[in-house]
């Protein structure tokens, strides 16, 4: 029997999902895969516009713009921790709009989408004026993050209206996260591909300035190419330029193929509500502690890969690895979580790269062992990307059930969600750049002292165990088990 798409009582509450048929749903009540698929395609912009940043961009403003280190690290704190404030900032404004043609948050993935891609070109774009360099490249990060929230926060919420059954929340949430993985992957794959294909030479000359030759030069084989900074500037640029393709045509799916059901929202309540319900407050705080020791792998890893191991040609490629090796890994453990429960998934996924970040920087430089801790990190990488969009719906339909006249604030877990790993994405970019420029990094030199190596190892192993080791900690307080979720689908389902 076919259901028509205009019967209110098969409409969802928020949001409604449609690709080329009336309604999201198949005759047996079940989203359909084309809906999943439309659902999840919309979170590979942010991936794959965050991992070309993440993994590349510190090294990009070191290397190529060749900003003095200190800059640089102002340039990513401050780039994080605005794009932090304005997560909530956006979800204000937009449970604020006006009701459109297109609903309430299309127009902002809509208008914001030319800006954002033209914006993050220009990062990538060295200007010929020196002096202003790092207002130049403060002023267009801040910019896309401001653009690229005006995305993503709309898009973030829509899990809790896809579908009121949990399964298909999971099911659809699974999706989403393998897109968003394989986004990452392709983020790394263009950027590293394109980029390495054209480094520009070290400068063997800076290793005077090193004390008293303390350093470690990266092999007495070091390649001196013939490929100039200019060249180098230039691949940066069409990498660019490939990424910000991408990133219109997924926009394009997301927004023909979402429809919004209008429905009002009070903001300032529901942020006293949710900031102060524990199960969120814990669930929030455990991945903040373990997404921040993943962003310190994330946003170092290039350069521990470049100067400490020393194997600058085979940097992307090992960082390509680490994508390809969590994509592969997504379905893997959205079965675990199904047949162990979340939390188990949380405390086996999250660990199971511990002792090779360990092993990584315990060895000698061995590249066999750096692409084996690859596909072991990126087995960690899927879980810590799958986890918290699979558990955050089980906070909402807890508070649900503990808050049953309250509705319209799902918007909030998620936008501050965001907000918190943002701010801590910042601090760790900050820190980690500054504690380079404390040890003397060396820009584009073949080696860096003993110090940087030292930094570089400490960013890369033993400051991301222990953060890991703290969210877990705190995940033991996490009061949402297998049981209470069960018994909240249930009560969910009565109250409907």
């Not at 937009?94 to 127009?107: K, L």
């Not at 810590?384 to 955050?392: R, V, Y």
């Amino acid at each position: 029997m076919e259901v028509p798409c205009v019967s209110p009582q098969n409409h969802f509450r928020g949001v409604t999902v449609i690709w080329d048929f009336p309604y999201n749903l198949d005759n047996n009540g079940r989203l359909s895969m084309c809906s999943k698929l439309c659902y999840a395609i919309g979170g590979a912009p942010y991936q794959i516009t965050g991992s070309a940043l993440g993994f590349f961009l510190q090294i990009y403003l070191l290397d190529v713009a060749q900003l003095d280190p200190l800059y640089a690290s102002i340039i990513l704190f401050v780039g994080r921790a605005w794009d932090a404030v304005t997560d909530p900032t956006v979800g204000f404004l937009v449970s604020r709009s006006r009701w459109t043609r297109c609903g309430r948050m299309m127009p902002w993935i809509l208008i914001s989408t030319p800006f954002a891609v033209l914006t993050y070109f220009l990062i990538w774009y060295v200007p010929p004026v020196e002096q202003g360099k790092v207002l130049w490249y403060l002023v267009f990060y801040c910019l896309f993050q401001s653009l690229q929230t005006c995305f993503h926060v709309p898009y973030s919420a829509l899990t809790m209206f896809i579908s009121m059954d949990q399964k298909e929340r999971d099911s659809a949430t699974a999706y989403r996260m393998t897109v968003e993985v394989l986004g990452t992957v392709v983020g790394t794959a263009i950027q590293g591909q394109i980029v390495g294909g054209a480094i520009a030479p070290c400068l063997p000359g800076d290793l005077d300035v090193l004390d008293n030759g303390n350093s470690t030069l990266l092999g007495s084989d070091v390649n001196i190419t013939h490929i100039s900074l200019d060249e180098t500037k230039q691949a940066y640029l069409i990498a660019s330029a490939v990424i910000c393709t991408m990133y219109v045509l997924c926009a394009a799916v997301l927004f023909l193929g979402v429809r919004e059901q209008e429905e009002p929202m009070s903001f300032f309540e529901g942020v006293r509500m949710v900031m102060g319900y524990g199960p969120y407050v814990k669930l929030v705080m455990g991945f903040l502690f373990t997404s921040l020791a993943f962003m310190l792998l994330e946003g170092n890893f290039a350069l521990f890969i470049t100067y400490t191991l020393g194997f600058r040609n085979d940097f992307q490629n090992i960082l390509l690895v680490i994508m390809l090796s969590g994509t592969l890994s997504i379905p893997f453990w959205q079965w675990f979580l199904i047949r162990f429960g979340k939390k188990t998934a949380v405390y086996i996924g999250i660990t199971w790269a511990v002792p090779f970040m360990i092993l990584i920087v315990c060895i000698e430089s061995s590249l066999i062992v750096a692409y084996v801790v690859s596909v072991a990190a990126g087995v960690s990488v899927a879980a810590a990307f799958l986890l918290p969009w699979s558990m955050l719906p089980d906070v909402v339909d807890d508070f649900k059930v503990k808050n049953p006249d309250s509705s319209g604030h799902e918007a909030i877990f998620y936008s501050f969600y965001v907000f918190f790993t943002k701010f801590a994405s910042g601090i760790s970019l900050g820190i980690s750049t500054l504690s380079l420029d404390f040890a003397g990094y060396v820009t584009r030199g073949c080696s860096q002292p003993d110090a940087v190596n030292l930094t570089l190892k400490v960013l890369v192993s033993p400051a991301p165990v222990v953060l890991i080791f703290l969210g877990l900690f705190i995940f033991k307080t996490y009061p949402i088990d297998e049981e209470r979720r069960q018994g909240n689908r249930k009560l969910l389902q009565e109250m409907r």
